[in-house]
C-alpha cells in the first residue's frame, strides 16, 4: 500500500462483482486488492471468468476474515458509502478524496479504501474504523451503486489524481497542423483564381473581399491535410471549366 491504495472488498457477496471490481481497478492501474469475508468462499470461479483480463489481481488478491484484519496494515482509510451516517467524519467527493489520498501516499503513508457489500453497503460497524467517508453525489431518490460501478468510480479518480492527462486532445490521423506560409500560399491560389473568375466585384469593394477572404482561412485550424485538399478542390475546378469551354 506505499504506493497506491489498497482497494478493500468487505464482505463482497457475489464473484461477479469481486472480478469486474478487479477488471476496473487494472483499467485504470490499480493492483492491490484485498477481500474481507467473501460470502461464497475465496478463489472463486466466478470471480476469475468476470475479471477477464485481470485475473492476476486476484491470484495475488490478499484474503482478510474481518474489516479490522483487512485493513490493518493502513494508516489513513476511506469508507465509501451512499447513506447519511451517525458518524461525525470528514466526508470526500471521490474525487476530492482520491486527491487526499495521493498527497498522503506522496507523505509516505499507506491508504485503504473500502467498499461494502452488495446488498447493503458498509455497517456502521466498518464504517467507524475508518478516518473519512466519500460519498458519491448520487440521485437521492436512486443511491444505490452496484459495487463494480463504485470500483470503477474511484479508480477513476486516483488515475485523474496521479495521472497529466490532458482534457482536449486532437487526433491528427496522420497529418501536423498548418504552418503559416502553407495558409499564405493557400489564400495566394484561391485570390488568384477567384480574381481570373471575376469575383472580386466590384472594384471598389475588392480589397475588402479580399481582407475577409484572408481573415476566414486565418479563422480556420487547417492541417496540411486540408491543405492539399482545398488546393484540389480548386485545381479540378479550374479544370472543369476550362473542359467545359
Request: include cysteine.
Amino acid at each position: 500500500m506505499t504506493d497506491q491504495p489498497a482497494f478493500v472488498l468487505i464482505r463482497p457477496q457475489m464473484g461477479e462483482n469481486i472480478g469486474a471490481a478487479a477488471r476496473a481497478m487494472w483499467n485504470f492501474g490499480l493492483d492491490r486488492m484485498c477481500v474481507a469475508a467473501p460470502r461464497d468462499g475465496w478463489p472463486n470461479a466466478r470471480a476469475v471468468a468476470m475479471a477477464s483480463g485481470a485475473g492476476r489481481l486476484l491470484d495475488e488478491a490478499r484474503l482478510a476474515a474481518t474489516t479490522a484484519e483487512a485493513i490493518g496494515e493502513a494508516q489513513y482509510v476511506y469508507a465509501t458509502t451512499a447513506r447519511q451516517r451517525d458518524l461525525t467524519k470528514p466526508v470526500f467527493t471521490p474525487e476530492a478524496a482520491m486527491q487526499d489520498a495521493a498527497a498522503r501516499i506522496a507523505r509516505g503513508e499507506r491508504v485503504a479504501v473500502m467498499f461494502g457489500p452488495e446488498r447493503a453497503g458498509l455497517e456502521n460497524d466498518d464504517i467507524a474504523r475508518a478516518n473519512a467517508i466519500i460519498s458519491v453525489p448520487v440521485n437521492p431518490e436512486f443511491p444505490s451503486l452496484n459495487l463494480a460501478q463504485c470500483v470503477l468510480l474511484t479508480a477513476y479518480e486516483w488515475r485523474r489524481a496521479t495521472e497529466e492527462t490532458e482534457a482536449v486532445t486532437t487526433e491528427m490521423a496522420g497529418t501536423e497542423w498548418a504552418s503559416q506560409i502553407e495558409v499564405e500560399k493557400l489564400a495566394e491560389h484561391y485570390e488568384d483564381r477567384l480574381t481570373e473568375a471575376g469575383f472580386f466585384f466590384p472594384e471598389t469593394k475588392a480589397e475588402g473581399m479580399k481582407r475577409t477572404l484572408r481573415n476566414l482561412w486565418s479563422r480556420m485550424p487547417l492541417t496540411r491535410a486540408d491543405i492539399q485538399v482545398l488546393h484540389g478542390i480548386l485545381r479540378q475546378m479550374v479544370r472543369w471549366k476550362e473542359r467545359g469551354d
